[in-house]
């Protein structure tokens, strides 16, 4: 196969039901850009016939298709990290399978990269999702951007474009948790963002919960920045001068009044709101250790089974 321009990634993980509708809408849009291209498939060790029915699709357009396929469930971003190691385009758009962003609009990411971006994201023009996801979103950019000072408007969403040699770079790095489009921020020389479209799922449920997107944040702020740790120290160093100052009181208080009983309780509160943030900062110092376990065991970030391509002859 000749060296396509465009490469598009897009990760699946039991996505059965809406895997027809994606083919019918990318295909089309693709063949309309006019362009040479390829689609890499990444099958998450998805449960329900996603691999098949990506077996089937290979079969019909090996030209273009390209299947890597897991041999168990490592997360959406390992899934991508695989398509950027598989892939073989000068231009890289990475795109969810449920179609809640239309791959009609991956030409507005490729003329933003035609006025000179190398990396290019994208804000959702209108977000169909639930109350919480729109708060939890804001809640974490706003976060994000304090503490890594990586501007993304629109972090939840993973239809983006990356210039070859991001991808080189991203490749290149071997951490076992990171998040890609911090990542490709990190690397890229002028970055920019598009409004793009977006969609109720096609089908199928949403595979990020709460817990999930916590965890990913945690990945966000862990990987890309000391400010956590930096806040905890400061913290605890304004604790321990109210906390020495507190018991110079206590002491004078004795000498001049006497003992007393009646702040008993209040002793207690102070303890328990002490006890909580030593508790939050051992948490907090257990994910930077449990990064640093991660990565010195040097274990595979994922296992590929096989790989569908059409072979050169």
């Known amino acids: 196969m000749n060296t396509p321009q465009l490469s598009v990634v897009i990760p699946v993980y039991n996505e059965e039901q809406g895997l027809q509708v994606l083919f019918d809408r990318l295909y089309p849009a693709l063949d309309k850009l006019a ?8 099958n998450d060790g998805s449960r329900d016939r996603s691999a098949a029915i990506l077996r089937e699709q290979f079969q019909k357009r090996p ?10 469930n490592f997360g959406q971003h390992m899934a991508i990290m695989a398509g950027f190691e598989n892939c073989r385009g000068q231009r890289i758009v990475t795109l969810d399978a449920d179609l809640q962003n239309p791959p009609e609009d991956t030409g507005l990411l490729l003329a933003k ?13 209108q977000r169909n999702d639930s ?7 804001k809640a974490m950019n706003g976060l994000r951007e304090k503490i890594t000072h990586i501007k993304m408007t629109d972090q939840g969403c993973m239809f983006r474009a990356y210039d070859r040699h991001i991808i080189d770079a991203i490749n290149s790095c071997k951490e076992v948790n ?18 793009v ?9 949403s595979k990020y919960s709460m817990y999930s997107l916590i965890r990913l944040n945690f990945d966000l702020m862990t990987s890309f920045s000391l400010v956590p740790l ?9 604790i321990s001068v109210f906390s020495a100052l507190f018991f110079v009181f206590l002491v004078i208080r004795r000498l001049m009044i006497g003992p007393e009983a009646e702040g008993l309780f209040t002793l207690f509160a102070l303890m328990f709101f002490l006890i909580g943030i030593a508790l ?23 296992l590929v089974e096989a790989v569908l391509e059409k072979r050169d002859e």
């Open 35 to 42: 362009i040479a291209y390829e689609i890499v498939f990444v």
């Open 280 to 302: 939050f900062g051992i948490g907090l110092l257990g994910e930077y250790i449990g990064r640093i376990y991660q990565q010195v065991r040097h274990r595979p970030r994922y």
């Open 197 to 205: 479209g977006h969609e109720e799922r096609a089908a199928g449920e």
């Open 131 to 137: 109350w919480w996801r729109h708060v939890a979103s």
């Open 230 to 238: 930096q806040m905890f120290s400061m913290l605890g160093m304004l």
């Open 178 to 195: 990171t998040f890609i489009p911090a990542l490709a921020y990190s690397f890229a020389r002028s970055p920019a963002e598009v409004v």
């Open 113 to 125: 990269m035609d006025e000179g971006h190398d990396y290019v994201g994208s804000i959702r023009r």
């Open 63 to 72: 030209d273009v298709t390209r299947v890597v396929l897991f041999n168990g």
